[in-house]
């Protein structure tokens, strides 16, 4: 017993010593992500690209000499929780910067806590709100869900659709994607028949699918990141929905495509060049990071790299570039350095930022996607005179 | 309004109802048996149709699915040897906290052993897309086979409590515990076999509904709430009045799609299950003087 309280006391005593060493020469980045609960496909390959990109970063000897300490906090997707992380690790571990949280409910959630500890924050969540209005300190790497919509709305006035089903999750993402397609619609010539949102845990959608198709809908919309989205298409189709099936830029993980099988094929949506980095031409300017995360990712933990895990990259690499250009770790320095980035590659496109601009992406960031034999493929632009898809 | 529609209603409805009732029943053996309720029955569920998944990486789907369920029952058993068993007269409450202690372990777990993908078992006939049409309403074969699988279930279960000596000893454990040991039962023997009995019956239902709702290591909690609402709707113990209630709560959601916003859908069950916690506790089939004489 005494030895065990003298080791104690040793131990103690030891990283008492040693902490404030580490801490002089380290940059401390803390993360947030959803890397359990429903939220997992976002969170998990986040925390995963981050911790690959860490090792690699303090192999390389660090920025500037100095290595990063990486602190990733699991969520689990619930904002309570996000907030009580994010308020640890401003004012106990004194970050720098937070990456995520995954989902835009927690970014919303803690944006004020950012604000007020004067912390970095940059989410790996799509909603628009998240970045309109700017907040000083709030930055985010996902395209703009305001984007997607326009993509999907550009992409039916295409295929001459024009009355649209709209079916989201009761989540931060599935409210503010419902928002922007309730408000973007009317401008792209197209009638939002039916707007239905449904719980992020629902086990089966075929009255929800009912309801939308019996409004006369000739596409459904779906705007969801849980497993919810492999369920709607697959009710749709059992019910015998035969029109186009959108799903959100949520759909980029191939995951939610074998959970669907074959009700997945001929989902059409909006996703960044990640899903498609093979097929792009090596004159694409985003070809080179995309091929060098994706091979990177894939050889390391053996699944398929996503879109998500993309977003955490790119959020390191914005950081990265920052503290390069700023040339020390301070908040404020580190802070007005990311406004002034531009041109820097990232998986989601290529990012210029603006003291307006805290997104930095535009629509070109996003290209139309399909499912193909249990593939994403690029989805070709319809010829004239074809209005209906299978 | 047409007719056709409102029957494709009714079959979302029947979908619904008949995978709460699957689920509702693995609670009503172990509350048969010991007057308890036990809120680990939804991880019962999610651990059937996890195990059946990565089973069938290597074995044909039918076996999967049995050794699935005989998996499930095994831990079933450990989990009344290592929890239960050794309580000497535990209070409900006091077992009903270790249930629940169990399900939050038994998530954690599953967690770490199968991370946080989604899974599913593929369908038992045809694909994702394949429906059974009758004119223009549409049914997932797989929602047959839940249905059916229900149905034989319940049957085994009426016939297994009410004819064999076995089940009746089991339900003269839950009525008086006492009373049962002075006539040479093994009460504790009786509590392990209704846990081993609704682990497999859980295991069974989640392999079953897993390619409609998925599983996930947290799938359970959410199928274990719905399948509590049912089995209460119907009275407590009660598998024929669980399938009933399960149908009815079903097409009461699917029917509040219909008309109401769909983000409803979760008020109309839980404010049912108020309704009838208030005016009727003993269920919709249960019997009033019987409840009467339960602990709980």
Known sequence: MKVLRFIAVMLFALTVMVAPVLAADTIKIGAILAVTGPASFLGAPEAKTLDMMVADINNKGGIKGKKIELIIKDSGASPEKAVSFAKQLIEEDKVLAIIGPSTSGETMKIKSVAEEGKTILMSCAAAEVIVNPVAKYVFKTPQMDKDAVIKIFEYMNSMKLTKAGVLSSNTGFGKAGKEQLEKLAAAHGISVVASESYDSKATDLTAEVTKVKAAGAEAIINWSIEPAQSIVIKNAKQIGFKGPIFQSHGFGNIKYVEAAGEAAEGVIFPAGRLLVADVLPASHPQKAVLAKYKKDYESKYKEDASTFGGHAYDALVILTKAIEKAGSADKEAVRNAIEGLKGVVGTGGVFNFSAQDHNGLDINAFEMLTVKKGKFVLLETPKKGTSKKK | ?296
Request: net charge neutral; glycine share 10%.
């Open chain 2, 1 to 296: 309004m047409n007719i056709e529609l409102l029957s494709q209603y009714l079959v979302a409805g029947i979908t619904y109802g008949t995978i709460y009732a699957i689920v509702a029943i693995g609670f009503n053996i172990i509350y048969n048996a010991t007057g308890i309720i036990n809120f680990a029955q939804g991880e019962f569920v999610m651990l059937g149709g996890m195990t059946a998944v990565t089973l069938h990486g290597y074995m044909p789907l039918p076996a999967a699915i049995l050794s699935a369920v005989i998996v499930t029952m095994i831990i079933g058993a450990l989990i009344e040897a290592l929890f239960i068993r050794w309580l000497v007269g535990p209070s409900v409450l006091r077992m009903i906290i270790i249930t629940i202690g169990i399900s939050i372990m038994l998530r954690e777990a599953a967690l770490h052993v199968w991370g946080e993908a989604v899974r599913a078992l593929p369908y038992f006939t045809g694909t994702e897309i394949s429906v059974i049409s009758f004119g223009d309403v549409h049914v997932s074969p797989q929602v047959l086979w839940v249905t059916g699988i229900s149905a034989v279930m319940v049957l085994c279960l009426n016939f297994f409590f009410n004819y064999t000596l076995l089940g009746r000893q089991m339900r003269a454990c839950s009525s008086n515990r006492d009373a049962a040991r002075l006539c040479g039962i093994n009460a504790k023997n009786m509590v392990t076999l209704s846990f081993v009995l609704s682990a497999g019956i859980g295991a069974l239902a989640g392999c079953v509904v897993s390619p409609i709702t998925y599983v996930q290591y947290d799938s359970g909690t959410g199928l274990a709430i719905k399948g509590f609402t049912v089995a209460i709707l119907g009275g407590l113990g009660n598998s024929s009045a669980a399938i009933a209630a399960g149908l009815i709560l079903g097409i009461l959601e699917s029917i509040s799609v219909m008309i109401l916003p769909t983000a409803f859908k979760d008020v109309v069950s839980i404010s049912l299950l108020l309704i009838i916690l208030f005016v009727r506790p003993s269920g919709i089939f249960g019997s009033v003087e019987a409840s009467r004489l339960k602990e709980f």
